[in-house]
């Protein structure tokens, strides 16, 4: 089976820097994504790891270590907009049908003021 | 335009009454897919077509029915539903479902089963 394991909730205060962790254990690996959630709202995509290491996007990071199944997204600066629920999903192969996404629970990170 | 649009935003439909979710792109996407999301929790693949084909049916129950009549349409109908097939139900495309494509989604349609 997949499994993908992040942490239900995180808060954290505006300017501040968050990282939200995740690990897998899947059957395949062919990358993990990140999306954000508003509430009511489609996932957004945000990034994607393939090879080990950081990728950074403006105020987002996102890492990936493919040996310890271990991914984080890091949020520098944070605005009270960030609040939201942060998807992680691994994308595995299924024979000859590859790209399905399995997604984690989500963390729903809350900004204060 | 990476836009996927869905309609309609909210539906609410009795557990006799038959219906039709609608989804579009027009990013020259081939994979198109289906999700259910209920509240708090992460969107559950449904159904997945690949250039206009079935590739993937997660053993969903037959009162869903999906249908894809060209590349850039995908249809989901419905039937006989349940109350607890209430849920958000999320439309999403990517560029091609063999390799790892971000997938791009829709606003989603809020259904309620009463």
């Known amino acids: 089976g997949q499994n993908i394991d992040q942490p239900t909730e995180m808060t954290a205060t505006e300017g501040a820097i968050v990282q939200i962790n995740c690990t897998y254990q899947t059957s395949g690996f062919n990358g993990l994504f990140w999306y954000q959630q508003h509430a009511g709202e489609a996932p957004t995509f945000l990034s994607y790891n393939v090879l080990d290491g950081l990728e950074e996007k403006g105020r987002f990071s996102s890492f990936l270590s493919r040996s310890k199944g271990y991914s984080y997204l890091l949020l520098k600066e944070l605005q009270m907009k960030d609040s939201a629920s942060y998807l992680c999903?691994?994308?595995?192969?299924?024979?000859?049908?590859?790209?399905?996404?399995?997604f984690g629970r989500g963390t729903q990170l809350t900004v204060w003021p | 335009d990476t836009e996927v649009t869905q309609t309609p935003k909210h539906l609410v439909m009795g557990m006799t009454n038959k219906k039709s979710l609608k989804c579009e792109q027009h990013m020259g996407h081939r994979a198109m897919y289906w999700y259910k999301q209920k509240a708090k929790k992460p969107p559950e693949l449904m159904f997945v077509?690949?250039?206009?084909?079935?590739?993937i049916n997660e053993s969903v129950p037959s009162r869903f029915s999906p249908e894809c009549p060209n590349s850039s349409l995908l249809n989901l109908h419905l039937h006989a539903l349940q109350p607890e097939d209430s849920a958000l139900y999320l439309c999403?495309?990517?560029?091609?479902?063999?390799?790892?494509?971000?997938?791009?989604f829709g606003p989603g349609t809020r259904l309620t089963v009463t």
């Open positions: 999903a691994v994308s595995t192969d299924r024979g000859s049908t590859l790209g399905r996404l399995y």
């Open positions: 999403a495309s990517s560029q091609a479902a063999e390799l790892s494509y971000e997938q791009y």
């Open positions: 077509y690949s250039y206009e084909k079935l590739s």
